[in-house]
């Protein structure tokens, strides 16, 4: 039987939207092929969730099952090497470094094997080309176990594109990994025609003329708004020891991405939320700051439709918010924590949570949006033909 084409994520560094590019992918593909066709998995996962049945799989794999409904009765078949906390130090300091990777080898062949009765086969790599090579698996050395051809995401732009094309391509090249073609993200949409007209598909192989088939373009992909962006239920797990206050009905605003993050550090006679706040913001402020806090209650009433984001309150203690401050909050409708952090930490947490988002599983409206952008900017039936569909 001849064995499915296996299609290859990469991307140039973690959080390039990998997840979201076969998310968007399958969705483009099933307008026009059979998804019981389409198989999917995760060679190698870092990033673990435990299912009901207690096995511990790769995240993507789950988010994927939720989303798109492909059939994927066996999720611990469709996450065969899982590098958990641990799992590098022991295959380093160890003895049988070649055993083990010969394992994980075996692992991926067979999770390849369970697909074969499909069309076609996305695996999604992980992190930057280079990562996984602690345990022999780089996504270079997992795109050749699979014989697969990859579709490489890269940052939208024009110079700095270039420049990451020409150490990922380098790369792959030295490993004999086979490149279909690149697909453009998160290009800034005033940007996307200056792209498209620059950075063409022509002018791509003349700068990287040594690939073999020549390389394709499959998209440029605009930035969407609030794509990358966290929710506050996803904020508060940032924060160890945090308390929810209770602020009345907002139980899907838990769920909503937030757009900024707003540090309130004027003095409450100079504090105008006006000029300083804009829906979907998180304001952080001292637990005490209670008056304050009062204004920002008060602007969020007024807003005629989105409201904030949230609000963090820092430096909490048993003492603090006060009464007062918990009377405030009591039916303001915005999802509220309070840390132990001072704002300077928090800020630090915060930081590292919006550079750091992936899709959750409660993520319905993101991932209508990722459909949508799919549908408008990939070229699936081009896509096909390349793949022999």
């Given at each position: 039987m001849k064995k499915p084409p296996v299609i290859f994520i990469a991307g140039e560094r973690q959080h390039a939207g990998k997840t979201v590019t076969s998310l968007g992918l399958i969705s483009a593909l099933t307008d026009l092929i059979d998804p019981t066709d389409i198989g999917y998995f995760k060679p190698v996962g870092q990033e673990m969730i435990t299912l009901p049945n207690g096995e511990r799989i790769d995240k993507d794999v789950r988010i994927i099952k939720e989303f798109t409904g492909l059939d994927m009765p066996d999720m611990g078949m469709l996450s065969p090497v899982r590098v958990v906390s641990g799992v590098t130090k022991e295959y380093i300091t160890g003895t049988q470094q070649k055993e083990i990777t010969q394992r994980f080898e075996k692992s991926i062949h067979e999770t390849l094997e369970s697909l074969s009765g499909k069309k076609l086969i996305i695996a999604e790599g992980?992190?930057?080309?280079g990562v996984g090579s602690v345990v022999g698996l780089a996504n270079s050395r997992v795109a050749n176990l699979l014989d697969a051809r990859i579709l490489y995401l890269v940052g939208g732009g024009i110079g700095r594109t270039v420049d990451e094309l020409e150490v990922d391509l380098s790369y792959f090249s030295h490993h004999h990994s086979r490149v279909a073609g690149v697909l453009f993200n998160k290009v800034l949409p005033d940007k996307l025609d200056m792209m498209k007209e620059i950075l063409t598909e022509k002018a791509l192989n003349r700068i990287f003329p040594e690939w073999d088939p020549a390389l394709k373009i499959f998209g440029y992909m605009p930035q969407v708004k609030y794509l990358n962006n966290p929710s506050m239920h996803l904020i508060s797990h940032s924060f160890r020891d945090h308390r929810t206050m209770k602020c009345g009905r907002c139980a899907s605003a838990w769920h909503l991405p937030c757009r900024k993050v707003k540090i309130i550090s004027q003095d409450y006679e100079f504090f105008n939320p006006d000029v300083s706040l804009r829906p979907r913001d998180i304001?952080?402020?001292?637990?005490s700051s209670q008056r304050r806090l009062s204004k920002i209650v008060e602007f969020n009433n007024?807003?005629?439709g989105e409201k904030l984001g949230g609000v963090i309150l820092t430096c909490a203690t048993d003492d603090m918010p006060n009464e007062k401050t918990i009377s405030t909050?009591?039916?303001?409708?915005?999802?509220?924590?309070a840390v132990k952090q001072d704002t300077a930490e928090s800020d630090a947490l915060l930081y590292k949570c919006f550079n750091n988002t992936k899709l959750q599983l409660y993520d319905k409206m993101k991932h209508q949006l990722i459909v949508d952008l799919f549908r408008e900017h990939f070229d699936a039936k081009r896509f096909i033909r390349t793949f022999g569909l």
């Amino acid at each position: 039987m001849k064995k499915p084409p296996v299609i290859f994520i990469a991307g140039e560094r973690q959080h390039a939207g990998k997840t979201v590019t076969s998310l968007g992918l399958i969705s483009a593909l099933t307008d026009l092929i059979d998804p019981t066709d389409i198989g999917y998995f995760k060679p190698v996962g870092q990033e673990m969730i435990t299912l009901p049945n207690g096995e511990r799989i790769d995240k993507d794999v789950r988010i994927i099952k939720e989303f798109t409904g492909l059939d994927m009765p066996d999720m611990g078949m469709l996450s065969p090497v899982r590098v958990v906390s641990g799992v590098t130090k022991e295959y380093i300091t160890g003895t049988q470094q070649k055993e083990i990777t010969q394992r994980f080898e075996k692992s991926i062949h067979e999770t390849l094997e369970s697909l074969s009765g499909k069309k076609l086969i996305i695996a999604e790599g992980t992190g930057h080309p280079g990562v996984g090579s602690v345990v022999g698996l780089a996504n270079s050395r997992v795109a050749n176990l699979l014989d697969a051809r990859i579709l490489y995401l890269v940052g939208g732009g024009i110079g700095r594109t270039v420049d990451e094309l020409e150490v990922d391509l380098s790369y792959f090249s030295h490993h004999h990994s086979r490149v279909a073609g690149v697909l453009f993200n998160k290009v800034l949409p005033d940007k996307l025609d200056m792209m498209k007209e620059i950075l063409t598909e022509k002018a791509l192989n003349r700068i990287f003329p040594e690939w073999d088939p020549a390389l394709k373009i499959f998209g440029y992909m605009p930035q969407v708004k609030y794509l990358n962006n966290p929710s506050m239920h996803l904020i508060s797990h940032s924060f160890r020891d945090h308390r929810t206050m209770k602020c009345g009905r907002c139980a899907s605003a838990w769920h909503l991405p937030c757009r900024k993050v707003k540090i309130i550090s004027q003095d409450y006679e100079f504090f105008n939320p006006d000029v300083s706040l804009r829906p979907r913001d998180i304001a952080v402020l001292g637990a005490s700051s209670q008056r304050r806090l009062s204004k920002i209650v008060e602007f969020n009433n007024r807003l005629p439709g989105e409201k904030l984001g949230g609000v963090i309150l820092t430096c909490a203690t048993d003492d603090m918010p006060n009464e007062k401050t918990i009377s405030t909050l009591a039916s303001c409708g915005l999802p509220v924590i309070a840390v132990k952090q001072d704002t300077a930490e928090s800020d630090a947490l915060l930081y590292k949570c919006f550079n750091n988002t992936k899709l959750q599983l409660y993520d319905k409206m993101k991932h209508q949006l990722i459909v949508d952008l799919f549908r408008e900017h990939f070229d699936a039936k081009r896509f096909i033909r390349t793949f022999g569909l």
